[in-house]
């Protein structure tokens, strides 16, 4: 199989604060993960590309000291969204490979960031 | 980079059979995909292609012509439950192998 978590799936914070987005691969070991960004009746964005012991490779336009993302291991990968403001809004999706450049992205359920 | 363009709406009837058309222009190609995501859900793999030609698995097949920059996904004896937005993504060549997706059709079966 080849699962992936994500936890919270929803949450709501205020104005301001952070909040910290887990995705894990349960039974398979992911070099690589990806973050997108999903808002209403749009695609996914690719927000940033994650491997593990390195630094994130960002999209152009995603501010990387305002979506800190840590691939600390082979089955964990964090985004921590820093002073969350309500545009921040989105529903945030995990997806990981098995290897480097795989052929399946394996996706997790997606977490639905509300910002008041 | 990577242009796709699919078409944002469809609607079909129980039972038949409909094709979902994506083009797409790109900058490096290794692969294109097709995922089905149910609102408020997280996408999920339906189909690979990454030579030409047809790839089938159950209800869903999925075509490529890597020369014309061009995929369908075609969906037979549609349920209700294939109701749905169906996204085409198209792996670049990189060692990273990111993924962009279009913009989705989403599709709604009718009785």
């Known amino acids: 199989g080849a699962v992936v978590s994500q936890h919270p799936s929803r949450v709501i914070c205020k104005s301001g604060t952070s909040v910290k987005i887990e995705c894990r691969s349960l039974?398979?070991?992911?070099?690589?993960m990806f973050w997108y960004r999903q808002f209403p009746k749009q695609s996914l964005m690719l927000m940033a590309t994650?491997?593990?012991?390195?630094?994130?490779?960002?999209e152009q336009g995603v501010e990387k000291d305002k979506f800190l993302i840590n691939h600390a291991s082979l089955t964990l990968s964090t985004l921590t969204v820093t002073s969350a403001h309500p545009e921040d809004s989105s529903f945030y999706i995990c997806?990981?490979?098995?290897?480097?450049?795989?052929?399946?992205?394996?996706f997790g359920p997606g977490t639905r960031l509300t910002v008041l | 980079g990577q242009n796709i363009d699919q078409p944002t709406e469809m609607t079909a009837t129980e039972g038949a059979i409909v094709q979902i058309n994506c083009t797409y222009q790109?900058?490096?190609?290794?692969?294109l995909f097709w995922y089905q995501q149910h609102a408020g859900e997280a996408p999920t793999f339906l189909s690979y292609?990454?030579?030409?030609g047809l790839e089938e698995k159950g209800r869903f097949s999925s075509f490529l012509s890597r020369s014309k920059g061009y995929s369908y996904l075609l969906l037979k004896e549609l349920q209700m439950k294939d109701s749905a937005s169906y996204l085409c993504?198209?792996?670049?060549?990189?060692?990273?192998?990111?993924?962009?997706f279009g913009d989705g059709t989403t599709l709604t079966v009718k009785p």
């Open positions: 039974d398979f070991q992911a070099t690589t």
């Open positions: 790109t900058s490096g190609f290794n692969g």
């Open positions: 994650s491997n593990e012991g390195s630094k994130a490779t960002y």
């Open positions: 997806s990981a490979t098995k290897t480097p450049g795989g052929d399946t992205q394996y």
């Open positions: 292609n990454v030579l030409d």
């Open positions: 993504a198209v792996r670049d060549n990189t060692n990273a192998g990111k993924s962009t």
